[in-house]
T-cell receptor, first 115, second 111 residues
Framework: AQSVTQLGSHVSVSEGALVLLRCNYS??????LFWYVQYPNQGLQLLLK??????LVKGINGFEAEFKKSETSFHLTKPSAHMSDAAEYFC?????????????FGKGTKLSVKP | DVKVTQSSRYLVKRTGEKVFLECVQD?????MFWYRQDPGLGLRLIYF???????EKGDIPEGYSVSREKKERFSLILESASTNQTSMYLC??????????FGSGTRLTVV
């Protein structure tokens, strides 16, 4: 079965520092991959998605992610953290040919940004 | 933009009560989903529906049922609420070929 693993349930960075949130997937065939962000007391918002076009995907709010097939990874980065980036981030995979587009989510990484 | 509206942000119910969580979308999306979100567990799929009156079990359907009588509305039903169903419930919709759109969630507490 497909799965996605997010390394680190909590990540803390200083304002202005690099943000790196890790995501690895298990799949023999490259799936569709997504990053979502959830701000406190809100639903999930799509940050970016990989659908087998460019391997470097740019999203909203300055985030980007690189698909690396050899490492089965889809890590999320942002060069300079802002206080407003504090939120929970979820990596998700939709298996290639998956039924009705169901997403499988990782367990989430909570990002804290220190002043 | 697609809007997904969940009827309640916060809900407190008693053990054994029948609970209805409602989700309404204002676009013509075929697919609708119910997830529950728990700390450290991420989002887990309870049920989904790809058409009116159609439903499929997700990963954790036990203790839940769903209803989709109209395309825009997808209801999650807790037949007899229990304390282990205290959670955040998220509804999502999707058109074929597009991305998910999530509602703001309903935080349910069962006492």
């Amino acid at each position: 079965a497909q799965s996605v693993t997010q390394l680190g349930s909590h990540v803390s960075v200083s304002e202005g520092a690099l943000v790196l949130l890790r995501c690895n997937y298990s799949s023999s065939v490259p799936p569709y991959l997504f990053w979502y962000v959830q701000y406190p007391n809100q639903g999930l918002q799509l940050l970016l998605k990989y659908t087998s076009a460019a391997t470097l995907v740019k999203g909203i709010n300055g985030f980007e992610a690189e698909f690396k097939k050899s490492e089965t990874s889809f890590h999320l980065t942002k060069p300079s953290a802002h206080m407003s980036d504090a939120a929970e981030y979820f990596c998700a995979v939709r298996p290639y040919g998956g039924s009705q587009g169901n997403l499988i989510f990782g367990k989430g990484t909570k990002l804290s940004v220190k002043p | 933009d697609v809007k997904v509206t969940q009827s309640s942000r916060y809900l407190v119910k008693r053990t054994g009560e029948k609970v209805f969580l409602e989700c309404v979308q204002d676009m013509d999306h075929e697919n609708m989903f119910w997830y529950r979100q728990d700390p450290g567990l991420g989002l887990r799929l309870i049920y989904f529906s790809y058409d009116v009156k159609m439903k499929e079990k997700g990963d954790i359907p036990e203790g839940y049922s769903v209803s989709r009588e109209k395309k825009e509305r997808f209801s999650l039903i807790l037949e007899s609420a229990s304390t282990n169903q205290t959670s955040m419930y998220l509804c999502a919709t999707k058109r074929q070929g597009s991305s998910y759109t999530f509602g703001s969630g309903t935080r349910l507490t069962v006492v």
